[in-house]
């Protein structure tokens, strides 16, 4: 079945860093938008980053432009996000979703937290 797992969250100290993992199994992954989304505490779910299928082009809120990065390996069925010079207000459980016409698929999520 479809899978998505998330890996890579945790505890960072403001201005650190972390590199967060999904690996999906269970469809084309080659073929399908992926990106990630976010939910801080007490706040509704925030897009964060987006790439294409080849990875032709990325896209990022602007919230994150400059401080995150989107990556995918289309052999190992893995994309990425790289997140640099952390915030305080970049803690949320951080989600992986795949995207192709009317299928949509998510992670269970993991949390990212940046404080001192």
């Known amino acids: 079945q479809v899978q998505l797992v998330e890996s890579g969250g945790g505890l960072a100290q403001p201005g650190g860093s972390l590199r967060l993992s999904c690996a999906a199994s269970?469809?084309?992954?080659?073929?399908?938008?992926m990106s990630w989304a976010r939910q801080a505490p007490g706040k509704g779910l925030e897009w964060v980053s987006g790439i294409y299928s080849d990875g032709s082009d990325t896209y990022y809120a602007d919230s994150v432009k400059g401080r995150f990065t989107i990556s995918r390996d289309n052999v190992k069925d893995t994309v990425f996000l790289q997140m640099n010079s952390l915030k305080p207000e970049d803690t949320a459980v951080y989600y992986c979703?795949?995207?192709?016409?009317?299928?949509?698929?998510w992670g269970q999520g993991t949390q990212v937290t940046v404080s001192s």
């Open positions: 269970g469809f084309t992954f080659s073929s399908y938008v």
């Open positions: 979703n795949a995207l192709r016409e009317a299928h949509r698929y």
